[in-house]
């Protein structure tokens, strides 16, 4: 948001970062000077997404990883740390949505956001809130959903997954305030992402955000200075907000 960049000499882990909202959190992040670690599966976009951000001149690591799976977790912490010796910003990105009602949910559907939406954050505050501890301070900021607030027909394993991820931080917000690392909730509603993205003109544009919009607010809370503490913060178009009903 500003023009002269606020993270200089910083070292932020994103994950979910090969595309949509996370590699448009990592560009912002980019942008105010930091140096970003791209945690998603090993692949093409992954490998595209770093590449494109070390082209403008920025710190930018891949780090392939399934977010669900502990080890390549913990590995992928070690790779950051090793490359920068630091890390000062986690952001928990990766997510995805399906739906249906209760009683048609799969437990394969419930196993999935679950694991993916729940507890691929809770690994990745296992093995990187040691290192936000260790260099006196730091920034989490969890991605949630409307759906962490307010219950939707279709979607109630989404729903206790956003849910579940909205009682994690909170309570890891209190664990960590003594060691000066803040945790913040950025909830959005209808990102234009998670699919083929929308032309300029398609009528359902005005129904959805850009990754961009929400991405300079979660940048806007890293580079918030040390003494402010933003909690939750629901974010969404005005056409479409949920909140209003
Ligand atoms: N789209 C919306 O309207 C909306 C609304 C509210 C909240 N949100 C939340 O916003 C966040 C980002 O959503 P998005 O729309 O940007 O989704 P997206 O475009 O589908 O991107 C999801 C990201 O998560 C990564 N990912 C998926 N499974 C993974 C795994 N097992 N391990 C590691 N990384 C994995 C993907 O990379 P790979 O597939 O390459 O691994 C990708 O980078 C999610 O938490 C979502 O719940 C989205």
Known sequence: ????????????????????????????????????????????????????LAATGAGALAVPADVTDSGQVERAVRQTLEKWGRLDIVVLNAGTWQGAPVHETSEQMWDLLLDLNLKGAFLTLKYAVPALIAGGGGTIVGIGSLGAWAGQPGASAYAASKWGLRGLLESVALELKPHRVRVSLVHPHNINSAGPPLARDAPERARKLEPSEIAALVAWICTAPDHVSVGNVTIWPVAAGIMAQ
């Open 1 to 52: 948001m500003s023009s002269a960049p606020r993270l200089g000499g910083k070292v932020a882990l994103v994950t979910g970062a090969s595309r949509g909202l996370g590699l448009a959190i990592a560009q912002a992040l980019v942008a105010e000077g930091g140096a970003v670690a791209c945690l998603a599966r090993a692949g093409p976009e992954l490998s595209r997404a770093v590449s494109d």
